[in-house]
Each structure stands twice: as structure tokens, then as C-alpha cells.
């Protein structure tokens, strides 16, 4: 931006994912490429990189990100899109105001005639299949319920996806900090 506004030619290019796997990707497991994708995140093909690297210089602009995003799924993020992407989407109405507006979520109202410790079971199976989804286990049920979220291979990433998720399937805004406010499911 600095040399742009010198009047000298400058083009960054943020890269997003290859599909190519590369010495920054190739670390990547499948559990972090559908990590990637649950955010909208999706990998370039090499063709298609390199269309984006011919055409950067014609934008005329100094700073650009190339990647490949997933509309459909930002647009379902439970506390919207990244700030990042917001400008490329319509502001959806929020699911929690959404969920008050109704009388209560659909959570709160298949918990609402279960006794205290029905309740609980039902919370925590809750939690450990939404655990289970953001790790890539396909079976919840190994998903230890007393076991903290650290040992289960939580990271401030996946912290933030559980976090979005619960939001999701509770209707409740919940904080970002949920997974080292209440350390296991």
C-alpha cells in the first residue's frame, strides 16, 4: 500500500488454501481440511491459483486475498461471518433473537419436561456429539464426558467452533471463552 501510494507498481497477495499440498499444508490432516471447510474455507486448485495470480495486477489494487470461500456456508455460521467476509454477505437475522422471538428455542423446549438429571444426560450428549463433530470423531459416544476439552485436543480454534456451534443448536449466544469457562463436556 506504501509503494501504491508512491505511485510504484505493488501487488500482495494473501494466498488461501491450495488444493496442492505444500510445506504450510502439508501438515493438514483431513480432520483440519473439513476444520477449514465448516468455516467456509475451501482449497484452490493450482489452475485456478494461478488465473487469480494473472488477473491480481489488472485490480489495480495493493492488498488482495485469493482463496476460495464457501457463501453457503458462511451465511450459516451461527454468529455470522468472519469480519473478514461479512462485506461479501447480507446481514442474516440473529438465531438467538430469532429463537426468543418464537417463545424459546426448540432445545429449551425438548428440555423443558425432562426431570434435573434427564436434563443433564440430554445436555451433555448434546455437547459431546457437537465435540465429536468439531474433532472429526464420527462417534460421539468416545467422546468422554468428564475428560477436558484440552486433553480431547482443543486448541483456540476449535475452541471457537465449538463455541459456535453450541450458540447454534442452543439458540443461546454463548461467550467465546466457554471452553476454559466449563473445561469439560
Known amino acids: 500500500q506504501h509503494r501504491r501510494a508512491l505511485g510504484l507498481p505493488a501487488v500482495s497477495l494473501a494466498w488461501g488454501l491450495w488444493a496442492q499440498a505444500s ?5 493438514l490432516d483431513q480432520t483440519d481440511l473439513r476444520r477449514l471447510a465448516r468455516l467456509g474455507l475451501l482449497p484452490l486448485s493450482s489452475a485456478d ?5 494473472d488477473a491480481a495486477p489488472a485490480t489495480g489494487e495493493a492488498v488482495l486475498a485469493a482463496t476460495r470461500l464457501d457463501l453457503g456456508t458462511l451465511r ?14 447480507p446481514a442474516a437475522p440473529r ?12 432445545l429449551e423446549q425438548r428440555l423443558a419436561p425432562l426431570s434435573a438429571a434427564e436434563r443433564e444426560r440430554a ?5 459431546r456429539v457437537q465435540v465429536a463433530a468439531v474433532l472429526g470423531h464420527s462417534d460421539p459416544g468416545a467422546i468422554e464426558s468428564g ?7 482443543f486448541d483456540s480454534l476449535t475452541a471457537v467452533e465449538l463455541r ?8 443461546l449466544r454463548l ?11
Not at 491459483?49 to 495470480?53: S, T
Not at 450459516?76 to 454477505?89: A, N, T
Not at 438467538?96 to 428455542?105: E, F, I, V, Y
Open 76 to 89: 450459516k455460521q451461527s454468529d455470522g461471518p468472519h469480519v473478514l467476509f461479512r462485506g461479501l454477505l
Open 23 to 27: 510445506t504450510i499444508s502439508g501438515q
Open 147 to 153: 475428560r477436558a476439552f484440552q486433553e480431547l485436543g
Open 123 to 127: 445436555l451433555t450428549d448434546l455437547v
Open 95 to 106: 438465531r438467538a433473537a430469532a429463537a426468543q422471538a418464537d417463545g424459546g428455542s426448540s
Open 49 to 53: 491459483a494461478m488465473d487469480l495470480f
Open 164 to 171: 459456535n456451534q453450541l450458540s447454534t443448536a442452543s439458540g
Open 175 to 185: 461467550p467465546t471463552t466457554l471452553v476454559f469457562d466449563h473445561p469439560s463436556p
